[in-house]
């Protein structure tokens, strides 16, 4: 086997070892307290395995295990570094960071959503970010107020 074809292999491995970094975003880190618990657990998470390929004797094989939780340890640790924890709302009199929020929009039945901070976020499971155009628009609003996101007509229902 010729130098060359070492080097090359070599590089295409460093390659495939070193991933870019997660994009992070440019709004302030806000989170609750759950939601800094999540980047904790995150942040070990990927601590945990990038010691568990650790113990892959391959030199080749271990770089590529570690390249997904080496990156991911960067952002989670730049993530809870940057951490705002916000407290919950003092009062459910306005939408606030934290609120959780039931509103009608148009035909479709009514929806319920907690706004978090955007590591949090997961629509499906009932909490949308603070950043998203729908937690902008409903944010300091009181119950009975009617926005209008992207041609539609939010009326709020409820704030909790």
Excluded: C, W
């Excluded at 009608?104 to 929806?111: A, E, G, L």
């Excluded at 998203?132 to 107020?145: N, Q």
């Excluded at 009617?146 to 041609?151: K, T």
């Amino acid at each position: 086997m010729s130098v060359a074809f070492t080097k090359e292999e070599s590089s295409e491995t460093a390659a495939e070892t070193r991933l870019p970094d997660r994009p992070v975003s440019e709004h302030p880190n806000l989170v609750t307290e759950n939601g800094l618990k999540q980047l904790r657990a995150s942040l070990d998470a990927a601590r945990a395995a990038y010691d568990a390929a650790n113990g892959i004797e391959d030199i080749n094989e271990k770089r590529r295990q570690q390249a997904v939780p080496v990156r991911d340890a960067r952002y989670y640790a730049e993530r809870v570094r940057s951490a705002e924890l916000v407290p919950d709302p003092a009062s459910n009199d306005i939408i606030a960071f934290g609120s959780t929020v039931t509103y009608s929009r148009d035909d479709h039945p009514p929806q319920t959503y907690r706004i978090v901070g955007e590591d949090e976020a997961d629509p499906k499971s009932g909490s949308i970010s603070f950043a998203s155009p729908v937690a902008r628009a409903l944010m300091g609003k009181a119950v009975g107020d009617v926005v209008e996101v992207s041609g539609h007509e939010l009326e709020i229902i409820s704030i909790s």
